[in-house]
């Protein structure tokens, strides 16, 4: 998929005039919408979504609720730890496969067989080996984010050009040494949109396997809420997931932007772009 | 009386100034440019690179707004794009989606005219270029001096009056740049139009044009306008001629004293 | 395409004695394959044997390999196969036309394009599975529910990969257009559309996955209609894993079809994109 980016081009001078004041106005519209849907013209069913007064009254009932904390704690830990899993793993063998053609020849097809499998469909079989814990929550996120990591891994560090390479060579430079000071950082951008691809993804493993079961976190959570009819406080931890989503997506923006500073910048003439 | 039997020029570039940016951002790319070109000639737009070639060659072209002064073509003032006007890029520009007669047909398209009026004379421009036997393989199965080539006969198709060229052959080799050159001179001479040519290459200036206009940078002006009075057709022997390396020499000069 | 031969290329040099048929081997990587899964296929025969795990949790291959063989000959599940895949279809097919109707929408003013981008992030970062119980709550465990998560979950793709695509053409490019007068609907139709259409092409095919997944996953969660999901998860509580790894691999195989087929089919309708290229290459 297209990576979507935080645009991080100067600031204009004409704030008032830039797209971002139709981002800002589009809030109230979009509240005001849920707002109208929910209470005025009743819709859509409250079973679904209610309305904006009792989720935001939820809020406080949810949080404060007892060993909320640690159900949080227990989902972050599960995504975290999934996400370091397979990350590592898919970084590991993208390297290992990139630097034979042989390996590549022979193991590529498999893993790349791995980009076509719903994933989920296995949570079934992790259950079943592993329980209900928190170690199978980790593996079904991690074989989760695996391949995204893997994928880009592996076409990023085929990306150094011909000619950078040949100077590597001509410099005697050893294998280990092109890989690190050429390949890696020539791959780094690529890597990024897998892991950002692999976070998100770690993320849809683990709620999906707390869903299917589990004895705790936020998914537990949620269908807790789910079969007392509580519907604002489902709504309350959907946001807390959007919260999450967001600071991941973020963290890893900003690690990216501080750290892979020589990312290619396209040149754009904007005058000439806008008609 | 004398002064009557000159012609109109085809295009009158009227004081024309360009700011990009505003503010403590501002910056100026072209200064108060004062240009005629006249019908049927060659001209040649020379300077350093950023000096405003490109945007001067764009606002002749309707494609970029002049923040001062104004661009008659043909006796009418230009503000906005002119089918008699034909530009080339730096890059081909050639859709990869697209054969190579396709990419050439693509303007009859945009006027929403006939496509089958116009194949015969695709292909003569295809055949004069030397490229007709590529005329369905796809851009990206041809060279780049191949595509820079087809490119020409795309924007040849309608009889432009004015051609707008932007380094058409900077991103060839030497040997496909020189050739190409000579494609552009004879076709130009064949469709009986008016070039203007911008470059950063001296002796290419000087080689194709009948005048050469030579720019400063930053702000982008004219210094002056070379006679370049050599006859035509010119031969690349023409290149070792002491006349030659003489006006090379001059022009070279004016770049430099800036 | 095969109508004009492209540039020549170097002929081939005079054709040297062959390496025999075992250098071949031994070169290649065709024993790194054979060595590979016959070393898998004889850790899963005979580890679950030595007593180290439960028996029942981990068959052996030649028990996976009958169960597989028990599970075609009972063809009960050919209707799990047919509900599941019209589920993925549909979701699919309405996926794709929302998020391609949301992308030109939003995506042919850069203006828009960059008004809307801090809320595409918002919807990627949400997981959106997390509506999978109130859907199900909603809609019942029929196939509505189903196709409801499925649709959600696949057009983002589709939206994100059309917006970005429109956006793809270079200054050039419009420049090129420009010059020649072209009106906004001719500049969508001939630059912007065939420009993005291979980045559609990649977001239509993750799509397929994405349904595929939704799907999938509403099935596991919802009970009674059936699909393939269901029918996993009903021999996982029944711990009947040969049974178990049998409709896995049905699923595994079903998929790696379908994207086979949608490979294909995007090689044929944009085979000007890079990658088609380097692919028949
Ligand atoms: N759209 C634009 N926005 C801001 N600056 C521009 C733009 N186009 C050109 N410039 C600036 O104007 C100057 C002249 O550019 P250009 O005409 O492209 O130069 P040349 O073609 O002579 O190399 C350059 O310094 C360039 O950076
Ligand atoms: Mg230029």
């Given amino acids: 998929m297209a990576q979507i980016a935080v645009d991080s081009s100067p600031k204009k001078k004409n704030f008032l005039r830039s797209p971002y004041m139709l981002t800002i106005a589009l809030l109230p519209i979009i509240l005001a919408a849920w707002w109208l849907a929910t209470t005025v013209t009743k819709s859509v069913p409250a079973i679904l979504l209610p309305t904006p007064e009792s989720v935001w009254i939820a809020f406080p009932r949810v949080l404060g609720a007892d060993g909320f904390g640690d159900q949080v704690l227990r989902t972050l830990t599960e995504i975290a730890g999934g996400f370091a899993l397979g990350a590592s793993v898919g970084f590991f063998l993208g390297v290992l496969l990139s630097s034979s053609s042989r390996l590549r020849a022979a193991y590529l097809p498999f893993l790349s067989a791995l980009e076509a499998i719903p994933t989920v469909i296995l949570a079934p079989i992790i259950i079943a080996w592993i329980g209900f814990g928190i170690e199978g929550k980790i593996l079904q996120a991690a074989i989760a984010c695996f391949y995204a990591v893997f994928i880009t891994t592996l076409s990023g560090l085929g990306l150094a050009e011909p000619n950078a390479v040949a100077l590597m060579k001509s410099l005697r430079a050893s294998k280990w040494q092109t890989m690190v000071k050429l390949r890696i950082p020539t791959a780094l951008p690529v890597i990024f949109g897998g892991l950002q691809l692999g976070a998100t993804t770690a993320i849809i493993g683990a709620i999906v396997s707390e869903f299917i079961g589990a004895t705790g976190g936020l998914g537990y959570l949620m269908l807790r809420y789910r079969s007392s009819f509580d519907t604002a406080a489902y709504w309350v931890i959907i946001f807390l997931f959007l919260v999450i989503g967001l600071v991941v997506y973020l963290t890893i923006w900003y690690i990216e932007k501080r750290f892979v500073f020589w990312r290619r910048i396209e040149v754009t003439r904007p005058d000439l772009e806008k008609q | ?258 | 395409m095969t109508t004009t031969a492209p540039p020549p290329t170097p002929a081939r040099s005079a054709p040297t004695p062959g390496p025999t048929w075992w250098e071949r081997f031994r070169g290649g990587s065709a024993w790194i394959v054979i060595t590979t899964v016959a070393v898998i296929i004889a850790f899963w025969e005979f580890f679950p044997q030595t007593g180290l795990v439960n028996r029942v949790l981990f068959p052996t291959f030649s028990e996976t390999v009958a169960a597989f063989v028990q599970l075609l000959g009972g063809g009960y599940w050919w209707d799990d196969l047919a509900k599941t895949m019209s589920a993925v279809a549909i979701a699919w097919v309405i996926g794709v036309a929302f998020g391609f109707t949301m992308g030109v929408v939003l995506g042919t003013s850069p203006f828009m394009r960059q008004a809307i981008t801090p809320y595409a992030i918002a919807v990627q970062a949400l997981p959106k599975v997390v509506l999978a119980p109130l859907l199900i709550g909603w809609l019942g465990f029929g196939p509505e529910s189903k196709i409801a998560l499925a649709v959600i979950i696949c057009f983002f793709p589709v939206w994100i990969d059309t917006m970005v695509g429109l956006a793809l053409p270079s200054a050039n490019e419009f420049k090129l257009m420009k010059s020649l007068k072209a009106s906004r609907w001719q500049v969508f139709t001939k630059l912007q559309l065939p420009s993005a259409l291979p980045m559609i092409m990649v977001g239509v095919k993750h799509a397929l996955l994405l349904a595929f997944t939704g799907v999938i996953v509403a099935e596991i969660l919802s009970a009674s209609d059936g699909g393939l999901g269901k029918l996993t998860k009903e021999f996982a509580s029944q711990l009947n894993m040969g049974l178990v790894y049998s409709v896995v691999t049905i699923v595994v195989i079903l998929s790696i079809t379908l994207v086979s087929i949608a490979d294909v089919i995007e090689r044929r309708v944009v085979f000007w994109s890079e990658e088609s290229r380097a692919r028949r290459k």
Wanted: hydrophobic residues 40%; glycine residues 8%.
């Fill in chain 2, 1 to 258: 009386m004398t002064t009557m039997t000159q012609t109109a020029p085809l295009v009158r570039v009227d004081g024309v100034t360009k700011r990009f940016g505003s503010g403590d951002k501002e910056m100026v790319a072209l200064s108060g440019l004062n240009l005629e070109v006249r019908e049927g000639e060659f001209l040649s737009l020379l300077g350093p690179s950023g000096c405003g070639k490109s945007t001067a060659l764009n606002i002749m072209g309707g494609l970029l707004e002049a923040t001062e002064g104004t661009v008659t073509f043909s006796g009418e003032q230009l503000t906005e794009p002119n089918r008699h006007i034909g530009m080339m890029f730096q890059q081909a520009v050639m859709f990869p989606w697209r054969t190579t007669l396709e990419n050439v047909l693509l303007p009859v398209e945009i006027f929403g005219e006939k496509k089958k009026d116009f194949i015969p004379k695709a292909e003569e421009l295809l055949e004069m270029v030397g490229i007709k036997d590529f005329r369905d393989s796809y851009p990206w199965q041809l060279s780049g001096g191949m595509q820079q080539r087809a490119a020409l006969c795309r924007v040849l198709l309608h009889d432009p009056k004015l051609l707008l060229l932007d380094e058409p052959c900077g991103a060839l080799d030497e040997f496909t740049r020189e050739s190409m050159n000579q494609e552009l001179l004879r076709l130009q001479d064949y469709a009986k139009s008016t070039a203007v040519l911008v470059t950063h290459n001296i002796t290419e200036a000087v080689f194709m044009s009948d005048r050469v206009a030579v720019m400063s940078a930053r702000p982008g002006r004219l210094v002056d306008i070379i006679e370049v009075p050599f006859d035509r057709p010119r031969r690349p022997d023409l290149q070792t001629t002491n006349d030659f390396i003489k006006l090379v020499a001059k022009a070279r000069q004016m770049l430099e004293l800036q």
